[in-house]
């Protein structure tokens, strides 16, 4: 079983509860949605990489979004707030800098037949 100071190391860790927060009684009143918007899918929709919590988990699922260069697709993964402002698109997507995506492509090389 976790300890108290544990407990609170954790919650603060996880970005459950705030700094200044540093009682247990905080931690018995913590909901579903405290919960909830610490979710990868959330907290991309809330730094403006995605249009919707919808766009946000298909982004992540379509392998878009890493976490401190580590790939992520699992929409339900509790972010840290150390890790949280590491949160950007992948180097390999198009979203990033990686290669075009495939519609980009074939124009590309339709307008180089062209010429």
């Known amino acids: 079983m976790l300890e108290g100071s544990a407990i609170m190391r954790r919650c603060h860790d996880l970005g459950f509860l705030e700094a200044s927060k540093d009682k247990l009684d905080y931690v018995l009143s913590l909901t579903v949605p405290d919960i909830l918007e610490r979710r990868l899918q959330t907290v991309v929709f809330k730094v403006g990489l995605a249009k919707s919590v919808h766009h946000a988990r298909v982004l992540i699922q379509q392998r878009h979004i890493a976490v401190a260069k580590q ?45």
């Open 71 to 115: 790939i992520v697709t699992i929409p339900s993964f509790i972010v840290r707030t150390a890790s949280e402002r590491h949160i950007g698109f992948a180097d390999a997507s198009p979203f990033g800098a990686g290669r075009l995506g495939r519609v980009k492509r074939v124009k590309r090389n339709a307008q180089k037949k062209k010429s």
